[in-house]
């Protein structure tokens, strides 16, 4: 026990640790919110290794770790992935629609990999295609030894006003904080149906030797919710595993061999950068740490995929990457400038809905603006208001080992609509092609409670009568 020392608006004052206190002091500037609230003493330490939520499933070579994404680009594909510690075993998915006899079957592949002195388990990726849409399958793996049954919904055909509700969460790590963050996503009555997850997941990276221990822990974590829901991957800086002083010097390693996406069926080159058509959404997933100048094989395939967008089909053009563009935090401030010069027009030109980002350790939403004047000798470098903009939120605030980012640059930037150091989870529910709703919730609340939200409304499709650009 102790005491801590917390500051805020000018003011210092000290909180026993382990006492629940609970303030919202909400300053209003002259710009956006920047909220004070005190969190109540919580844990920036990972989950010790014996922990619940890293329990190795009971039997022989049982698969661990089990994990889905969307396996096409439509959403008529799953790609189902697990471990198993003590040999290959199969690789095998039999699944089958909830109300049916017949059982289908898929094939996979196994791999492994090393990282300086560890050794993986037997990692196995297997594509489910041709699956009905909006349709509840069970499936099962580990077919030989120990099986283990899991579910997942398919979402509905792709269509303008297919309503679907996307979770947000980044920065996961595996603290008591991370655990806090699921099951508060989990238990949100909005009811997540796929995670857009924004880069850094196990941050094993900050243990010695990157110890790849806290991968497997990580998988183990988080299978109660993607074993049954398809998360969508965006590479952080975290998953870069670069560390030539211990013989690894091939960056994100560990991520590409655990965490399979479809990059291929975008036209993709590399699994660092894609993009999935879901419901009444396109998303684009794009690497903030990878090649992004102009001619490199991700700004290629990023300018001619805006191309592809069918606005009349997907409404909703969301785009995923892990280091924000808009960032009035001090942690990582500006880190994003090289993006936005790259890429900012872009997104404004193809009137992109929203930007989801993370790395910042913390909640932020901004303001429709954007900075795409500027020509080096004009002096109009600030951000000004532009309904063709994107939304910028950050939502870094998973909760991993190292901390929040409580301190923010002031005053308050304008762009900057609301920013709060809290831990939390987004929702971004589609209700149909001219609305949608983004909610921010911190983990303290009741599940129930928005902190902050804000309704976006699609510039493309401004009524039902007409779209209000043409884009293709
Ligand atoms: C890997 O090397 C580190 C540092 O030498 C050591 O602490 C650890 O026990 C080793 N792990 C294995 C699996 O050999
Ligand atoms: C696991 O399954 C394989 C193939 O069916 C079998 O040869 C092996 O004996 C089994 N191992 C155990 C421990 O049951
Ligand atoms: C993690 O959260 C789950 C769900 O609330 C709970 O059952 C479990 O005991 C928690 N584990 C730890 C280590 O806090
Ligand atoms: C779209 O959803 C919004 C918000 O729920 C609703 O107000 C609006 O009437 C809906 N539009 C149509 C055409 O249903
Ligand atoms: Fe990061």
């Not at 049954?228 to 091939?250: L, M, V």
């Not at 950068?273 to 990878?290: E, G, L, T």
């Not at 949608?436 to 928005?450: K, L, M, P, T, Y």
Request: net charge negative; glycine share 6%.
């Amino acid at each position: 026990m102790g005491f801590k020392l917390y500051s805020f608006a000018g003011f210092s004052f000290y909180l026993f640790v382990g006492l629940t206190l609970h303030l919202q002091v909400l300053e209003f500037c002259s710009a956006g919110t920047t909220s004070s609230y005190v969190r109540k003493y919580n844990y920036d330490i990972d989950m010790p290794l014996d922990s619940d939520v890293f329990r190795v499933p009971p039997g022989y070579n049982a698969p661990q770790q089990v994990h889905i994404t969307q396996g096409d680009s439509e959403g008529r594909g799953v790609i189902v992935s697990w471990i198993t510690a003590d040999e290959p075993g199969s690789n095998i998915v039999l699944y089958w629609p909830e109300n049916s006899k017949h059982i289908f079957r898929a094939d996979g592949i196994v791999l492994t990999y090393k990282y300086y002195n560890y050794t993986s388990g037997f990692i196995h990726h297997c594509t489910v295609e041709d699956l009905e849409y909006d349709t509840k399958y069970n499936y099962e793996v580990g077919i030989g030894n120990t099986t283990r049954q899991f579910w997942f919904v398919t979402p509905p055909k792709v269509g303008p006003d297919v309503p679907y509700t996307f979770g947000l969460i980044g920065d996961l790590g595996q603290t008591f904080d991370s655990n806090t963050t699921v099951a508060h996503y989990q238990l949100n009555p909005a009811k997540g149906q796929t995670v857009l997850y924004v880069g850094d997941l196990s941050y094993a990276d900050d243990y010695p030797y990157h110890n790849n221990i806290r991968w497997d822990t990580w998988g183990r974590f988080t299978e109660r919710s993607a074993a049954y829901q398809p998360w969508i991957w965006t590479a952080g800086n975290h998953e870069i595993d670069f560390s030539p002083n211990i013989g690894e010097p091939k960056p994100f390693k560990p991520y590409t061999h655990r965490y399979f996406v479809p990059y291929r069926p975008s036209d993709s080159t590399s699994p660092l950068w894609y993009s999935i058509k879901r419901a009444s959404a396109h998303i684009i997933v794009m690497s903030s740490y990878s090649g992004y100048g102009k001619y490199t094989p991700q700004y290629k395939w990023f300018t001619s995929e805006l191309s592809r967008v069918n606005r009349n089909e997907t409404p909703w053009l969301i785009v995923l990457m892990h280091c924000p563009m808009y960032n009035s935090y001090e942690t990582h401030y500006m880190e994003g400038e090289t993006m936005r010069v790259m890429y900012e027009k872009w997104l404004v030109e193809y009137k992109v809905d929203v930007v989801f980002a993370g790395h910042v350790h913390s909640y932020e939403r901004s303001e429709r603006v954007s900075n795409i004047r500027y020509n080096i000798v004009n002096k109009r470098c600030t951000p000004t208001k532009d309904e063709s903009a994107p939304v910028y939120i950050t939502i870094g605030d998973g909760g991993n080992l190292e901390g929040l980012a409580t301190k923010m640059t002031e005053p308050q930037p304008e762009y900057s609509a609301y920013r709060e150091a809290s831990f939390g989870h987004g929702i971004f529910d589609v209700k149909n092609r001219t609305h949608a709703h983004f909610s921010w919730h911190r983990n303290q609340d009741g599940v129930a409670i928005e902190a902050d939200s804000v309704w976006l409304h699609n510039r493309y499709w401004k009524t039902m009568a007409e779209p209000s650009i043409a884009v293709s």
